[in-house]
Each structure stands twice: as structure tokens, then as C-alpha cells.
């Protein structure tokens, strides 16, 4: 058995395999259902301050290679996410990350405040990166400077580690990468999804309510691997990659791009037991290629042949 152990910033992991925020519910639902080994952590749906209905269905489309969601950051809110499942979800033997969002930077230092340095919060992850908030006017991470202002900000609200979740909607993941870690991020994640739409044209209609969404799964796995290897070439935090993993192979690219841990996503709401069964792919690849550690594949790209 290979050594899967990960780190990122601070924090160990068992494996650099985390269930990606919005895809694994607030974790605890599948606890009974699945086996735990070969899970890093899970990272949970988006929290916000006040509960949040998210927006109208049709919410997910599949397209080829993946699908589109437009769910809009339904969640139940930070106090009953407190009260109703962290004291379970922290009783699990996974790293808990808590994903959260808010329409201003006043709403993240409210969710951040309220979260507190609670018993079991093992990270935030700030996401930044939502193609679906029309409040938001334009998604926050493609503009470094509120980047800067977001992180800064909530940098002083809590002694958790930071993470700053970033967009692939930028045409240099560079700069927003060197604004959160400026500003101290402990690590960043990446990516979130990419805006798209999807149209029936019999009925001449978007097929989401919200005319667009945001796309993952398989089909951006080339663009998540790229981010990862630019953003964790430009800054000295750690990266946690993600976009399009499906198997153990997968979590190997993104290790060699550069990533410290890698994200699973879409694969879940077909397969929640993905991350398990990945992390043991993981172990099967790294024994066949006779690597001790999977942390001896962080950035070992090697050139491109000749
Ligand atoms: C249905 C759905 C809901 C999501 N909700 C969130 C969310 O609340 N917060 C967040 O930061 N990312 C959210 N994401 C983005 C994922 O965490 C992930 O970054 C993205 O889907 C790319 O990974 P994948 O291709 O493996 O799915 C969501 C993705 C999907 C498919």
C-alpha cells in the first residue's frame, strides 16, 4: 500500500481525495451508506448567513461530457447548519471543510463570524467563484482587487485556515490566485464551474430556468488541470485542483499539475461512493508505478517529450 497521505497548508489529510462542496450534500446523509476510507474530507455546500431557496427548476441539464447546474446556493443557513449537522458531520473520520458564500463582503464576514473557530470546522473555503448569483453582478473572483478585499477581510474574522475558491471564468488565473494568496489565503481551491447554457430548440427554450449555468464534470477536467499547474506555478500556498475527476488516474494528473489535494465533484451525484472507490485507484496507480508516497507526485511534471 502506497502512502496517500496529503497536505495543505497546516493540514493533514488521510488522502489528497475531498468530496467538492455542492456535490456531497453537508456530508453526514451518506454516512452509513458509504465507506469513509479513502475520503480526505468533505467540503459542504455552500453556507450563507440566512437560509437560501436557491432558484427555480429546471436546475441541471446534462450536456456531453458533463452537465450544467444552476442551482443558485440553496442551503439552510449558517445557524442551522451549526445546530443540525456540524455536531454529527465533525463525528466522522474525514476533514470537515465549510464551503461558504454571501452577496457582499459584509454577508462573508457575517458567516465567517458566526461560524466561529467551532469544534470541528477544519477550514473555510470561500467561494468566490458562483457563475449562478445574479446579486453578485459579476462573479466575484474575476476581479482581483475584491479578491484582495474579501480575503483580507475575512483573514481577520477567524483563525481557521482560509481557502479561497477561484473561477476559471478569467483569461489569467494568475492574478486572482496571487490577490487571495496576498492577502492570506492559506490555500486556494479551483476550480469552481464554468458558465455555459443549454437550449431545446424545438421549444426555442433554455433548458435552465436561469438561461444559464455553470458546467462540469469530465468535459473541463483539460481546463481544471491547467489552472491548477498556472496557479500553483504563480503563488506559494498550496492548490487544491479539481474539475472533472472521476477516477484514481485522474487525482494523479492533477497531483503532477501541481495540486496538494484534489476536489470530486459532478462523479458524486451518480456515484457517492466515488471518492472511496478513487482513493483506492489512487493507491492501485501510485503501487504499479512503484511511487512510495502520493505526495512525491505534487508539481513532478516532468517536460513534455521531445
Ligand atoms: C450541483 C452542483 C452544486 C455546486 N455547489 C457549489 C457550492 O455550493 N459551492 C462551491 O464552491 N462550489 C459548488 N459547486 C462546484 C463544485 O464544488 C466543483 O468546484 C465543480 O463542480 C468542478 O468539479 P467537478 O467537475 O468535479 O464537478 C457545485 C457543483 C455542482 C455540480
Given at each position: 500500500m502506497a502512502d496517500l497521505s496529503a497536505k495543505v497548508g497546516s493540514l493533514d489529510f488521510a488522502t489528497p481525495v475531498i468530496a467538492a462542496s455542492g456535490t456531497y450534500g453537508y456530508g453526514l446523509e451518506f454516512d452509513g451508506l458509504v465507506?469513509?476510507?479513502?475520503?480526505?474530507?468533505v467540503s459542504v455546500k455552500g453556507i450563507s448567513s440566512e437560509p437560501c431557496d436557491g432558484?427555480?427548476?429546471?436546475?441541471m441539464v446534462e450536456t456531453p461530457a458533463g452537465m450544467l447546474n444552476a442551482?443558485?446556493?440553496q442551503n439552510i443557513g449558517v445557524e442551522a447548519f451549526l445546530s443540525d449537522k456540524l455536531p454529527r458531520l465533525s463525528s466522522l473520520p474525514i476533514r470537515v471543510i465549510v464551503n461558504v458564500w454571501g452577496n457582499s463582503p459584509e454577508q462573508y464576514e457575517d458567516v465567517v463570524e458566526r461560524l466561529?473557530?467551532?469544534?470541528?470546522?477544519?477550514a473555510i473555503e470561500v467561494?468566490?467563484?458562483?457563475?449562478?448569483?445574479?446579486?453578485?453582478?459579476?462573479?466575484?473572483?474575476?476581479?482581483p482587487k475584491l479578491v484582495a478585499t474579501v480575503t483580507a477581510r475575512l483573514r481577520k474574522k477567524t483563525r481557521l485556515p482560509l481557502w479561497v475558491k477561484l473561477t476559471p471564468?478569467?483569461?489569467?488565473?494568475?492574478e486572482p490566485a496571487k490577490a487571495a494568496a496576498g492577502e492570506g489565503a492559506e490555500a486556494l481551491s479551483l476550480i469552481n464551474t464554468l458558465r455555459g447554457m443549454a437550449i431545446d430548440p424545438e421549444s426555442r427554450r433554455p433548458l435552465l430556468s436561469n438561461t444559464t449555468g455553470g458546467l462540469s464534470g469530465p468535459a473541463i477536467k483539460p481546463i481544471g488541470l491547467l489552472m491548477t499547474y498556472e496557479a500553483s506555478r504563480a503563488v506559494d500556498v498550496p492548490v487544491v485542483g479539481g474539475g472533472g475527476v472521476a477516477s484514481g488516474r485522474d487525482v494523479a494528473e492533477y497531483l503532477l499539475a501541481g495540486a496538494s489535494a484534489v476536489q470530486v465533484g459532478t462523479v458524486n451525484l451518480f456515484d457517492p461512493s466515488a471518492p472511496h472507490r478513487i482513493g483506492r485507484e489512487l493507491d492501485r496507480f501510485l503501487d504499479e508505478q512503484g511511487v512510495a508516497a502520493a505526495r512525491d507526485l505534487v508539481g513532478a511534471l516532468e517536460a513534455p517529450a521531445g
Open positions: 465507506d469513509w476510507t479513502g475520503f480526505g474530507g432558484l427555480a427548476a429546471p436546475r442551482i443558485g446556493l466561529g473557530d467551532a469544534d470541528g470546522i477544519d467561494n468566490l467563484a458562483c457563475p449562478n448569483r445574479k446579486e453578485w453582478g459579476t462573479i466575484f473572483a474575476c476581479d471564468n478569467v483569461s489569467d488565473i494568475t
